[in-house]
């Protein structure tokens, strides 16, 4: 990954989350805007492995959810 090419990742995570956590803030709702800072925390962490050559473990794999239809 370039010097260019993780300036424009990071710059385009920082606004995407930044934006959802002002929006979270402004409507009052404290659990949105916590859950948007940790996200951003793991994915900025997720490229710091992926910078540093560290394998991404495999997403969790959760059980199908069946809709009860009564």
Do not use: H
Request: charged share 25%; no cysteine.
């Amino acid at each position: 990954m370039t010097r260019d090419q993780l300036s424009a990742e990071l710059s385009r995570m920082a606004k995407m989350q930044i934006s959802d956590i002002t929006r979270a803030v402004k409507s009052g709702d404290k659990a949105i805007a916590l859950n948007e800072v940790s996200d951003l925390a793991l994915r900025l962490n997720f490229l710091a492995d992926a910078i540093a050559g560290v394998p991404v473990p495999a997403p969790a794999v959760s059980p199908a959810r069946v809709l009860d239809p009564a």
